[in-house]
Each structure stands twice: as structure tokens, then as C-alpha cells.
């Protein structure tokens, strides 16, 4: 089992700025692939970043590409979204997942940390 909690969601104006951290607990964390996803209220939950392992390859949803970066730090356990010029369409309940080695579905999320872009 993996345990994951989420972090560091809050109220930011539009062109602000906000970390996400995540924090991992149970089988060891450098076995998992990371990945971060948003649900908006009235919208399908979706895809925003992921990273490798090793954290030697990310991937990003074209809206925050530019804007987002996401970050792991093996020995801490700990998977980071940072978040720049928001905008009021990321406001939304974000998530951590983690993917397990040779699988396709992210298995175990977080209990997901809202944020609130206003204009």
C-alpha cells in the first residue's frame, strides 16, 4: 500500500504562484511513477504532469506546459507540483497519484488540496 497526502493548496490571485507537495508513505517511493490531476467542479478529472521514477522525464497537459513544473525528491518521499502564472481556469481540486512499475493506471491517490485562482 502507498499513502499519499496532499499539501500546500490555497487561494492565489491570477499571475500568482503555488507549490503542491505530496508526501508518500508505505512501499518505497522511487518504484513509482508520480502524476498530478485536477478536477474542476461540473468537470471529468484530468491529467496535468507526471514524472519518471528517476525524475528524468516529465510530461505536461498542453495548458500548463510553460507554467508548471513538477518535481520528485526520492530521498524524501515527496513529489512537488510548482505552479506559476495561474490562471483562474486551473482552479480546481488537485491529486497526486502514484503508478506502479510495468502498470498503465495510476493505483493509489491522494485525498487531493484545493486551489483557488481568483481574477
Known amino acids: 500500500q502507498v499513502q499519499l497526502v496532499e499539501s500546500g493548496g490555497g487561494l492565489v490571485q491570477a499571475g500568482g504562484s503555488v507549490r503542491l507537495s505530496c508526501a508518500s508513505s508505505?512501499?518505497?517511493?522511487?518504484?513509482?511513477?508520480m502524476g498530478w490531476f485536477r478536477q474542476a467542479p461540473g468537470k471529468e478529472r484530468e491529467f496535468v504532469a507526471a514524472?519518471?521514477?528517476?525524475?528524468?522525464?516529465?510530461s505536461y497537459t498542453d495548458s500548463v506546459k510553460g507554467r508548471f513544473t513538477i518535481s520528485r525528491d526520492n530521498a524524501k518521499n515527496t513529489v512537488s507540483l510548482q505552479m506559476n502564472s495561474l490562471k483562474p481556469e486551473d482552479t480546481a481540486v488537485y491529486y497526486c497519484?502514484?503508478?506502479?512499475?510495468?502498470?498503465?493506471?495510476?493505483?493509489?491517490w491522494g485525498q487531493g488540496t484545493q486551489v483557488t485562482v481568483s481574477s
Open positions: 514524472i519518471r521514477r528517476s525524475g528524468g522525464s516529465t
Open positions: 508505505g512501499r518505497t517511493f522511487s518504484l513509482y511513477a
Open positions: 497519484a502514484a503508478r506502479a512499475i510495468g502498470t498503465t493506471e495510476y493505483e493509489y
